[in-house]
Nanobody
């Protein structure tokens, strides 16, 4: 079983930065694409950023492009989401998820991710 643990959330002022981490307890971490999703009150779950197992392919939602950066350190079994220039609209619970069997690509739909973390709260104040 794959366990995912998010950390790094918190309260920050608009314009500030946070760095989220997703640590995985899996032996073959580079077999797994990782996605970051978020869910804000009253809104549907949104795919924020995805990264393939090797890190060679990356996706950003238009709402975060240019502000967020996803990266992974497979030696540490960890994926990061650097969030800069945070906006109040970024307030949400952020989840990381893992999916295997996608080779050099990443899945784009939530049901294609087999394992999910518990989430970490990000709150951006005005």
């Amino acid at each position: 079983e794959v366990q995912l643990v998010e950390s790094g959330g918190g309260l920050v002022q608009a314009g500030g930065s946070l760095r989220l981490s997703c640590a995985a307890s899996v032996l073959t971490f580079d077999d797994y694409a990782i996605g970051w999703f978020r869910r804000a009150p009253g809104k549907e779950r949104e795919g924020v950023s995805y990264i393939s197992g090797s890190g060679g392919r990356i996706y950003y939602a238009d709402s975060v492009k240019g502000r967020f950066t996803i990266s992974r350190d497979n030696a540490k079994n960890t994926v990061y989401l650097q969030m800069n220039s945070l906006k109040v609209e970024d307030t949400a619970v952020y989840y990381c998820a893992a999916g295997s069997g996608y080779g050099s690509w990443y899945p784009t739909r939530p049901y294609e991710y087999n394992y999910w973390g518990q989430g970490t709260q990000v709150t951006v104040s005005s």
